[in-house]
């Protein structure tokens, strides 16, 4: 680089010096001519070509840069700006109506340019950095390295969740996008248990799905047995009292992960996202399906599937995922083939036993001539015949009141169930549903009604300008009402104590520190009443005479 310096100030530097210095450096003629014109105002820089200056002034990112790129969603160019606001003294509110400084004018000095500020930013800091600070903790976690757990042995580790369906199925009617609960085995990919639920899942759910996923009879088999654990995401439903309470009678451990940290759960969450790029996509009414048009609405005349076609399709996937398919870890082999290739033993419950543990228990209860009473209902069986004035022991599942298991309270023996008794019909049931819709409509198109507020559209700066006008009788009888119903709720009944009892009435001293002190109250006309001994309970009785002269 000196000789070509050297050259250029005899003024015998030529192009074909240029070409042939860039050709052996490995960079454009354009490069070699910029490091000359450095290299002539600094003869150091003949030193280094292209190497910056490591200089104290070099423009670095700050914690103030760090906060404005998180407020801007990373908009370098609107940090820049308020960053020029910022040194010049302007509101910052002005940041957001000018594209840079005022005509006429440049940066200041310690504002850096543009070019100095993006370079900044991808120098100092990391691309996770970068797309947290715009997008947030799921952006910057694409950009994180996350280890792979060792594969481990069957039934060694289990993970559940819930998943919404992205397909609309017809429920009752309704369009609805039906829920998903399962368990898959972590080390050979199988699902073990699954359950589908038309409307929010619940821990009813997450019971029903572990005992397909435990149950190794058909048509749940070859996969299940009892898992050494279980990992959950801090779902209320998988640690409510109930499911936790069953866990512990099967000996299983749950592992409750962190918030917002799917990875911990890989297994389960490749399953969901699995099972809507292989499965769902291809239903009607799928809700994600690009469609024509400005706005994605349904076709009027789309068939959905009813909710029996919906869980007898996810079940037919559900076998083929577990005996055809071949995922990636499995290294060709299917989750049946991975399952039975395990020697590791299997540790099995009896359906009655599974049963038992899966359902809540509700304490005990004396079994009466009408049956087993259960939240205020009676539940009656026919197996029930000789056996009042035992005690036994109430146990249901979630959300199914129609229906209870009564257990022999010392014994444990299952004694068998007992259904609702005057249980209303289907037709009783529709018609309460549908007043309770009813109600609620009217109830929130009322409330709706009375709380909103329209507002004047301005076009320039001004307060805002309410609008609805009421007559002078409107406001009076709308503010008349609110004065009565006020006055109610005011009213003090014992602002004024009661008169005192007469005197020949034996009154408990807490009730006679609350009465009137003085004269008593009269006997009421007309009844010859005189007191009498105390009756049952330490309360008096009074005895009255009647016109026979009998006391009654």
């Not at 001293?509 to 004269?519: E, H, K, Q």
Request: glycine fraction near 8%.
């Amino acid at each position: 680089m000196r000789r070509l310096l050297a050259l250029r100030v005899r003024d015998e530097l030529t192009t074909g010096h240029v070409r042939v210095a860039a050709d052996a450096l490995g960079v454009s003629e354009r490069t070699v001519w910029r490091w000359l014109a450095e290299a002539g105002r600094d003869e150091r820089a003949a030193d280094e070509p292209g190497a910056r200056a490591q200089t104290g002034t070099r423009f670095t990112i700050t914690p103030e840069v760090r906060a404005l790129l998180a407020l801007w969603k990373g908009n370098v160019a609107a940090v820049q700006r308020e960053l020029a606001a910022r040194a010049a003294g302007r509101p910052v509110a002005d940041v957001g109506t000018q594209a840079g400084p005022p005509p006429g004018t440049g940066l200041p000095p310690d504002v850096p340019s543009l070019t100095t500020l993006h370079r900044a930013i991808r120098r100092d800091l990391t691309p996770g950095e970068r797309a947290g600070l715009a997008g947030g903790e799921l952006a910057a976690r694409k950009h994180d390295v996350f280890l792979a757990r060792p594969r481990g042995w069957r039934n060694q580790v289990w993970e559940t969740d819930h998943v919404q369906a992205a397909v609309l199925v017809d429920v009752e009617g309704k369009a609805r996008r039906p829920w998903i609960t399962w368990f898959t085995d972590c080390a050979t990919n199988a699902i073990t248990g699954v359950a589908v639920t038309p409307g929010d899942p619940s821990r009813e759910s997450v019971l029903a799905a572990l005992r397909s996923a435990v149950l190794r009879e058909e048509p749940y088999g070859p996969f299940g047995g009892l898992p050494e654990k279980v990992r959950v995401d801090r779902g209320k439903d998988f640690l409510s009292r109930t499911v936790t309470a069953a866990f512990d009678l099967l000996d299983v451990t749950v592992e409750d992960l962190p918030a917002y940290t799917p990875h911990l759960k890989g297994t389960v969450e490749g399953l969901n996202r699995a099972v809507e790029s292989m499965f769902l996509a291809a239903l009607p009414g799928y809700a994600r399906q690009p469609r024509p048009g400005k706005r994605a609405a349904r076709p009027k005349d789309e068939v959905l599937l009813s909710f029996e076609d919906f869980t007898a399709r996810l079940l037919g996937w559900t076998l083929w995922w577990n005996t055809e398919h071949r995922p990636a870890p499995l290294r060709g082999r299917t989750p049946l083939e991975a399952w039975q290739d395990d020697p590791t033993p299997l540790r099995e419950v009896p359906a009655a036993d599974l049963w038992t543990f899966t359902l809540e228990d509700a304490g005990t209860r004396t079994l009466t001539t009408r049956g087993v009473r259960f939240r205020k209902r009676d539940y009656v069986g026919p197996w029930m015949t000789g056996q009042a004035g035992i005690q036994v022991r109430v146990r249901f599942m979630p959300h199914h009141d129609h229906r209870i298991e009564v257990y022999h309270a010392v014994t444990g023996r299952y004694l068998g169930p007992a259904n609702l008794a005057d249980q209303a019909t289907e037709e009783q049931v529709s018609a309460v549903r549908r007043a309770r819709s009813a109600r609620t409509r009217r109830l929130k198109k009322d409330l709706e009604a009375s709380q909103r507020e329209r507002y004047a559209a301005a076009t320039q700066p001004e307060a805002p300008q309410r609008l609805g006008a009421l007559t002078a009788v409107q406001a009076e009888a709308e503010l008349a009402q609110v004065a009565d119903t006020d006055l109610s709720d005011l009213a003090l009944p014992d602002l004024i104590p009661p008169a005192a009892p007469p005197a020949g009435w034996r009154t408990p001293a807490s009730l006679a520190a609350l009465t009137t002190p003085g004269r008593p109250a009269p006997v009421l006309p007309g009844r010859d009443s005189t007191p009498a001994p105390d009756g049952p309970g330490g309360r008096a009785t009074r005895l009255t005479t009647d016109e026979d002269g009998d006391a009654s």
